[in-house]
């Protein structure tokens, strides 16, 4: 008997870079939190769209062409992209991914970011700067699930690709790749310390 496993659901994880990290991720924090203060027009669109967090999607949203410092990390987010899509077999002959979008997250406690896609893009991903001990991680989930007539529930320890939902805990220095059209959620933040990261979008077209 042979059991098959076809359509599978890439993420790629993975440390930014190992050599000076801490320096800097202290500089990208700095200046998440100064934007923040800075950014009303961020502000106020968050009061509306994001209660009690900070995002600058609604208002600075190409951060890496704004900042030297987060056009840093466009250059060394750009590596583990293309091993990404080295991963997912994309024939990228003739074309280049590049970072549309950039922006940045702050989670207060009790915030959450619900379950969404990034339409229009290709690769999608966080950078985590600063991540409190037990903070939410970056929950996935099955992209079948809408299709699953008449299905008993997975056994409480079963494989991870068998699983419904997976959990990619949110740990400083590392990044997440996922493609776009994965749906995805930040769980509430039951710590009392900010959740900060900073998400982007690639395409190729």
């Given amino acids: 008997m042979t059991v098959h496993s076809f359509f599978p659901t890439q993420v790629y994880s993975a440390h930014l870079r190992h050599a000076g990290w801490l320096r800097f991720n202290r500089e990208l924090l700095r200046e998440c939190q100064q934007v923040r203060e800075h950014d009303e027009a961020g502000q106020k669109w968050c009061k509306k769209n994001y209660p009690g967090g900070y995002t600058s999607y609604g208002s600075l949203c190409h951060m890496q062409k704004m900042s030297s410092t987060f056009e840093a990390l466009e250059k060394k987010i750009n590596r583990h992209v293309k091993a990404y899509a080295r991963a997912l077999e994309l024939d990228m002959t003739g074309r280049e991914l590049t970072m549309t979008d ?37 929950k996935f989930e099955d992209p079948r699930l809408d299709r699953f007539m008449a299905s008993p529930p997975r056994k409480a320890d079963c494989s991870p690709e068998n699983q419904p939902w997976i959990t990619i805990p949110a740990k400083a220095g590392n990044v997440v790749l996922f493609e776009s059209w994965i749906r995805h959620e930040v769980p509430i933040n039951q710590r009392r310390a900010e959740r900060i990261s900073i998400s982007f979008n690639y395409n190729w077209f």
Avoid: R
């Fill in 102 to 138: 950039c922006w940045i997250n702050i989670m207060p406690e009790h915030v959450v970011h619900g379950l969404h896609i990034h339409p229009t893009s290709t690769i999608s991903g966080t950078y985590y700067v600063q991540t409190p001990k037990g903070c939410s991680g970056l």
